[in-house]
Nanobody
Framework: QLQLVESGGGLVQPGGSLRLSCAVS????????VGWFRQAPGKEREGVSC???????TSADSVKGRFTISRDYAKNTVDLQMNSLKPEDSAVYYC?????????????????WGQGTQVTVSS
């Protein structure tokens, strides 16, 4: 049974950094596309960044140059390094996984989701 567990969220001041980690168990990371998503109150869940099995990485325009997604095959984790955080980055962050070669554009195609971790950017 594939399970995803996020960690690393918290409260940070604007301009600060956080590193989120998505621990994958029950399946080999090598065969998965894993993405990070976020949902702020009153808004739809949106894609942040995705690490494809093929090595292709996709990111939302709003986080390019600030957020970096990476895989650690030894730990079976997918991390999201978030720098230069802004108040509008505040949200619950989720990781999600789907089998295949590339990250799908349709969020509904992701079959496994973590429980989420809260990120709050505030002074």
């Amino acid at each position: 049974q594939l399970q995803l567990v996020e960690s690393g969220g918290g409260l940070v001041q604007p301009g600060g950094s956080l590193r989120l980690s998505c621990a994958v168990s029950g399946f080999t990371l090598e065969y998965l596309n894993v993405g990070w998503f976020r949902q702020a109150p009153g808004k739809e869940r949106e894609g942040v960044s995705c690490s494809g099995r093929s090595g292709v990485i996709t990111s939302a325009d709003s986080v390019k140059g600030r957020f970096t997604i990476s895989r650690d095959y030894a730990k079976n984790t997918v991390d999201l390094q978030m720098n230069s955080l802004k108040p509008e980055d505040s949200a619950v962050y989720y990781c999600a996984a789907v089998r295949g070669v590339h990250c799908p554009a349709n969020i509904d195609e992701y079959g496994w989701w973590g429980q989420g971790t809260q990120v709050t950017v505030s002074s």
